[in-house]
Structures are given as structure tokens and as C-alpha cells.
């Protein structure tokens, strides 16, 4: 299994980025994906999920500016950032999980940086 995350870059405050995470190993449609983003000096924070069977959740720092979705063609997941602040600064992270019969690992993308300026 590999994620592939893209996307990042340099935006000024109030603008928007999308991030892509594409997939192997896995189809992202029968699989939970997870954005995470870690700043500087702090702990990773889970962003944003969508499931295996659609559904979608955000952290509340990121309601109603951030929205999950997938692409079963193209076997990615995107996160589009509206809206961005100083404080969405960080690399953020794609993370999916897979469950055998020997128990269940984790998988996470190389990470994208994202820089807002003020």
C-alpha cells in the first residue's frame, strides 16, 4: 500500500489549494482516508475523514472551509482548502489503514507543505 500526497504550496491568506493523495495497493473507495496536518512545534491533527462508505468529518478548525471527496477512477482523495489563514500552515498527510488476518497497519503519504501567508 502507498499514498501519494501532492498539492502543496505557497498561498496567501484567503485563498485555496487542493491537495491530492493517490493510491496503491488500496481502492480508496473501500477504504477510510484520513488528512492529518502538523505545524511546527505541535502534535499531528486529524483534519479531515472520509469512509469507506462516503461519509465525511472535519476537525473543527477546518468546518465549512475544507472538503474531502474521492475519485474511484483516478483512485485519489482531495482535499480542498477554501478560505486558508495563517494557522492552516503545516504538512499535511494522507493516512488510510488496512486490517488482515495478522492485525491491522497503518499507512501514511509522505506529507505536501502548505504555507499561508498573512
Not at 11 to 25: D, E, P
Amino acid at each position: 500500500v502507498q499514498l501519494q500526497a501532492s498539492g502543496g504550496g505557497l498561498v496567501q491568506a484567503g485563498g485555496s489549494l487542493r491537495l491530492s493523495c493517490a493510491a496503491s495497493g488500496i481502492i480508496v473507495s473501500m477504504n477510510a482516508i484520513d488528512w492529518y496536518r502538523q505545524a511546527p512545534g505541535k502534535q499531528r491533527e486529524l483534519v479531515a475523514t472520509i469512509t469507506s462508505g462516503g461519509s465525511t468529518s472535519y476537525g473543527d478548525s477546518v468546518k465549512g472551509r475544507f472538503t474531502v471527496s474521492r475519485d474511484h477512477a483516478k483512485n485519489t482523495v482531495y482535499l480542498q482548502m477554501n478560505s486558508l489563514k495563517s494557522e492552516d500552515t503545516g504538512v499535511y498527510y494522507c493516512k488510510t489503514f488496512v486490517i488482515r488476518a495478522t492485525g491491522r497497519s497503518d499507512y501514511w503519504g509522505q506529507g505536501t507543505q502548505v504555507t499561508v501567508s498573512s
